[in-house]
């Protein structure tokens, strides 16, 4: 409230009087209410207008080159049944275990924010019959994800993903093709990243591989973390990307997943890194990349960025898999599947760290400068003409003063004013002013939109038409 700091500006500086500090309501994570403001949760973050641009460009590239490979888009629930996730991500997960937003509702239901929406996507694939239409069907999303994790650079507890899941073939190019395609995103961006790839067979295989790698790291069992210890115990294959010193090493010598493939499970994967090496796109095989949920079988792989770029470096900016089994958990039929996730903010950030930075819009290149009521009146309808003319038109409603206007108009930098008083609007015209010569001409007003149109195609050509495309009245 700046009035009431103007007159306390004035009274005489006021004894030292120690004023106690207001308590904050902190909950137990630190978080406060101080005073009349509140603060972000923790994890959570306002995307502002400033890193719209990035964010814009993010989700532009990923629609276009969605669409452009036949991906339909879905909206799915941001909240589901609590069951969905638990059944199909696995009990002895991070996400199942400790990560989710679980509550009940108002009808006595236990509801989760979803943490991923793969298992979201399977559910509506059943839910809608889609088993009916021609397969692959094939879907993407963008949507915030919630995950009660601890935060840190590039990990949030709302965050968004891009996920594109193709269902129903279980021809190893399908995962090829998606690797290709979030390959080709980043590509897009101008972010080089490495795929990292590797198969983790059928259900069958991976078991009795379990067998082998648990009775593995058992004789060296004094030497594991607690944690370890207890993934082992309830997740053995997650000992694959402990981030553990000791495990990284007893990792080397440990059984490798990719002598327990089957004969399918193997054939499926050559293939897929076949059609890989076709198309060029180069991978790096991860004997230790496996991926957090259960639900995965075979193909697994994540996109990494090549580049240092700081706090990111090292961190995946996204992943997918096949997961085979997932519709038939959730009770639907049998149904192959694959998919991945990008996340958001890390790309954000990533391009941020390369200094990319496109403006949020294109900006206005014509300002409106009235005097008066009566030239807001016709203004009003003005806007609405320039509107469907596809020219954007900026203005300075707080302002009444010409001169005020104008240094508006001037700091945003518009190549044209217009200025409407009162005499213009009894006259039925108004003032073009060219902002850069600072000549001025009065038209008629009923011309203006065409005559402006004609002005700026003529000296900005290539901005205007670049506007978004508008439906002529
Ligand atoms: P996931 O579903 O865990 O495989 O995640 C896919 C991608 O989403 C990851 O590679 C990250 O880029 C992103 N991601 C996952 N968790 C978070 C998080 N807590 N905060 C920000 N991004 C995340």
């Given at each position: 409230?700046?009035?009431?700091?103007?007159?306390?500006?004035?009274?005489?500086?006021?004894?030292?009087?120690?004023?106690?500090?207001?308590?904050?309501d902190?909950?137990?994570?630190?978080?406060?209410?101080?005073?009349?403001?509140?603060?972000l949760?923790?994890?959570?973050r306002?995307i502002?207008?400033?890193?719209?641009?990035r964010?814009?460009?993010?989700?532009?590239?990923?629609?276009?080159?969605?669409?452009?490979?036949?991906?339909?888009?879905?909206?799915?629930?941001?909240?589901?049944?609590?069951?969905?996730?638990?059944?199909?991500?696995?009990?002895?997960?991070?996400?199942?275990?400790?990560?989710?937003?679980?509550?009940?509702?108002?009808?006595?239901?236990?509801?989760?924010?979803?943490?991923?929406?793969?298992?979201?996507?399977?559910?509506?694939?059943?839910?809608?019959?889609?088993?009916?239409?021609?397969?692959?069907?094939?879907?993407?999303?963008?949507?915030?994800?919630?995950?009660?994790?601890?935060?840190?650079?590039?990990?949030?507890?709302?965050?968004?993903?891009?996920?594109?899941?193709?269902?129903?073939?279980?021809?190893?190019?399908?995962?090829?093709?998606?690797?290709?395609?979030?390959?080709?995103?980043?590509?897009?961006?101008?972010?080089?990243?490495?795929?990292?790839?590797?198969?983790?067979?059928?259900s069958e295989?991976?078991?009795?591989?379990?067998?082998?790698?648990?009775?593995?790291?058992?004789q060296?069992?004094?030497?594991?973390?607690?944690?370890?210890?207890?993934?082992?115990?309830?997740?053995?294959?997650?000992?694959?990307?402990?981030?553990?010193?000791?495990?990284?090493?007893?990792?080397?010598?440990?059984?490798?997943?990719?002598?327990?493939?089957?004969?399918?499970?193997?054939?499926?994967?050559?293939?897929?890194?076949?059609?890989?090496?076709?198309?060029?796109?180069?991978?790096?095989?991860?004997?230790?990349?496996?991926?957090?949920?259960?639900y995965?079988?075979?193909?697994v792989?994540?996109?990494?960025?090549?580049?240092?770029?700081?706090?990111?470096?090292?961190?995946?900016?996204?992943?997918?898999?096949?997961?085979?089994?997932?519709?038939?958990?959730?009770?639907?039929?049998?149904?192959?599947?694959?998919?991945?996730?990008?996340?958001?903010?890390?790309?954000?950030?990533?391009?941020?760290?390369?200094?990319?930075?496109?403006?949020?819009?294109?900006?206005?290149?014509?300002?409106?400068?009235?005097?008066?009521?009566?030239?807001?009146?016709?203004?009003?309808?003005?806007?609405?003409?320039?509107?469907?003319?596809?020219?954007?038109?900026?203005?300075?409603?707080?302002?009444?003063?010409?001169?005020?206007?104008?240094?508006?108009?001037?700091?945003?930098?518009v190549?044209?004013?217009?200025?409407?008083?009162?005499?213009?609007?009894?006259?039925?015209?108004?003032?073009?002013?060219?902002?850069?010569?600072?000549?001025?001409?009065?038209?008629?007003?009923?011309?203006?939109?065409?005559?402006?149109?004609?002005?700026?195609?003529?000296e900005?050509?290539?901005?205007?038409?670049s506007?978004?495309?508008?439906?002529?009245?």
């Amino acid at each position: 409230m700046p009035f009431k700091r103007k007159a306390l500006a004035k009274e005489p500086a006021p004894k030292k009087v120690l004023k106690e500090e207001p308590k904050k309501d902190l909950d137990e994570e630190g978080e406060g209410k101080s005073g009349k403001t509140f603060e972000l949760l923790r994890g959570f973050r306002d995307i502002l207008p400033e890193d719209q641009g990035r964010w814009n460009l993010v989700r532009d590239t990923i629609r276009s080159i969605a669409e452009s490979y036949s991906f339909d888009r879905i909206d799915l629930p941001i909240l589901e049944r609590s069951d969905l996730f638990q059944r199909t991500i696995g009990k002895g997960t991070d996400i199942v275990e400790k990560e989710m937003y679980v509550f009940t509702d108002p009808s006595n239901r236990s509801v989760a924010l979803r943490p991923e929406a793969t298992a979201s996507a399977a559910r509506a694939y059943i839910s809608h019959g889609m088993i009916e239409r021609p397969q692959p069907v094939k879907m993407w999303y963008l949507g915030p994800m919630f995950r009660h994790d601890r935060p840190q650079a590039g990990r949030y507890r709302q965050f968004y993903q891009a996920g594109f899941e193709s269902f129903g073939v279980a021809e190893p190019i399908v995962d090829a093709q998606l690797i290709v395609i979030g390959h080709q995103i980043f590509k897009s961006l101008g972010l080089d990243v490495k795929v990292e790839i590797n198969s983790i067979g059928t259900s069958e295989c991976r078991a009795a591989y379990l067998t082998e790698l648990v009775a593995y790291f058992r004789q060296h069992r004094n030497k594991l973390s607690e944690d370890d210890k207890r993934r082992l115990q309830k997740n053995p294959l997650r000992m694959l990307d402990s981030k553990e010193e000791v495990t990284r090493e007893l990792l080397q010598s440990a059984p490798q997943i990719l002598d327990w493939l089957d004969e399918t499970s193997k054939e499926h994967f050559m293939k897929v890194l076949e059609f890989l090496e076709e198309v060029e796109v180069s991978y790096q095989l991860n004997p230790y990349l496996v991926r957090g949920l259960d639900y995965y079988s075979h193909t697994v792989f994540e996109f990494t960025l090549q580049e240092d770029v700081g706090d990111l470096s090292q961190s995946a900016l996204g992943g997918g898999g096949r997961y085979d089994g997932l519709v038939e958990i959730l009770g639907g039929r049998p149904t192959p599947a694959c998919g991945f996730a990008l996340g958001i903010e890390r790309i954000v950030r990533a391009l941020e760290a390369k200094g990319v930075n496109p403006p949020e819009r294109p900006p206005a290149l014509v300002f409106f400068a009235q005097l008066g009521d009566a030239a807001r009146r016709v203004g009003l309808k003005l806007f609405e003409e320039f509107r469907q003319a596809g020219v954007s038109v900026a203005e300075a409603f707080g302002k009444n003063a010409l001169k005020g206007q104008l240094e508006a108009a001037n700091r945003m930098g518009v190549r044209l004013t217009l200025i409407l008083g009162q005499k213009e609007v009894l006259d039925g015209t108004i003032i073009i002013r060219d902002m850069e010569s600072g000549a001025q001409e009065i038209v008629d007003v009923k011309k203006v939109v065409g005559l402006v149109k004609k002005k700026l195609l003529h000296e900005e050509g290539v901005a205007l038409q670049s506007q978004t495309p508008v439906v002529e009245a």
